[in-house]
């Protein structure tokens, strides 16, 4: 989405609060990135007074860094972003909006973190899911769009079939549900012996 409004000549800044690396995908040279660690006290190291100190310390750094910055449209794509935005004062000059792609009951969250985000949500401009599963979670708290990962095909091609080979790329993990597609993979090869069916994991999918 960043590539495509930059393309359109849109000002686009992707902020990125931790110690990410080079990016896996391409990104394009007309977006603007600017890279600054913050934790919002989300760490092992310290106590519980310190870890509320570098929340508070996190915010200020977060405050300054919009006011620089100056945009109209934010999208937060972890539920720590959004408290500290509100608190921020990010909703005074810019429209807030969360990107939900994780699933909702896999990230456990403490009564510190609840609050903030009961608190934090009904001020958003809307929350992003996937499907709507997802979004009945959000509906009594926020606006909510649903963006499904599944784009129909409307250009008339298919599949020569030629190749005989199915491809799977995911996270091997339980969350996944690779163990579902272990089962379908062996009635489908049990049917179709000819077919092979490939796996690649991937971390970040």
């Given at each position: 989405?960043?590539?495509?409004?930059?393309?359109?000549?849109?000002?686009?800044?992707?902020?990125?609060?931790?110690?990410?690396?080079?990016?896996?995908?391409?990104?394009?040279?007309?977006?603007?990135?600017?890279?600054?660690?913050?934790?919002?006290?989300?760490?092992?190291?310290?106590?519980?007074?310190?870890?509320?100190?570098?929340?508070?310390?996190?915010?200020?750094?977060?405050?300054?860094?919009?006011?620089?910055?100056?945009?109209?449209?934010?999208?937060?794509?972890?539920?720590?972003?959004?408290?500290?935005?509100?608190?921020?004062?990010?909703?005074?000059?810019?429209?807030?909006?969360?990107?939900?792609?994780?699933?909702?009951?896999?990230?456990?969250?403490?009564?510190?973190?609840?609050?903030?985000?009961?608190?934090?949500?009904?001020?958003l401009n809307?929350?992003?899911?996937?499907?709507?599963?997802?979004?009945?979670?959000?509906k009594?708290?926020?606006?909510?769009?649903?963006?499904?990962?599944?784009?129909?095909?409307?250009?008339?091609?298919?599949?020569?079939?030629?190749?005989?080979?199915?491809?799977?790329?995911?996270?091997?993990?339980?969350?996944?549900?690779?163990?579902?597609?272990?089962?379908?993979?062996?009635?489908?090869?049990?049917?179709?012996?000819e077919?092979?069916?490939?796996?690649?994991?991937?971390?970040?999918?």
């Open positions: 989405m960043a590539n495509l409004l930059a393309e359109k000549g849109e000002q686009v800044t992707l902020l990125i609060l931790d110690n990410t690396g080079n990016s896996f995908y391409p990104v394009s040279s007309e977006i603007n990135i600017i890279q600054q660690p913050l934790l919002f006290g989300i760490t092992e190291k310290g106590n519980m007074l310190t870890r509320k100190f570098s929340f508070l310390k996190d915010i200020q750094k977060l405050k300054r860094l919009i006011k620089i910055l100056q945009p109209n449209h934010i999208f937060a794509t972890d539920y720590q972003f959004i408290p500290a935005l509100v608190l921020a004062g990010a909703k005074k000059h810019s429209k807030i909006y969360s990107w939900e792609h994780h699933e909702y009951s896999w990230l456990k969250k403490n009564s510190f973190w609840n609050t903030l985000l009961k608190y934090s949500y009904p001020k809307s929350v992003i899911c996937q499907n709507n599963t997802e979004a009945d979670h959000y009594k708290l926020a606006s909510v769009t649903v963006i499904p990962y599944l784009i129909e095909n409307n250009s008339g091609k298919k599949s020569s079939l030629n190749n005989k080979t199915i491809l799977s790329v995911g996270w091997l993990i339980p969350r996944k549900g690779i163990d579902l597609i272990m089962i379908a993979a062996k009635e489908v090869l049990r049917r179709y012996p077919w092979q069916w490939k796996r690649k994991p991937c971390e970040t999918c």
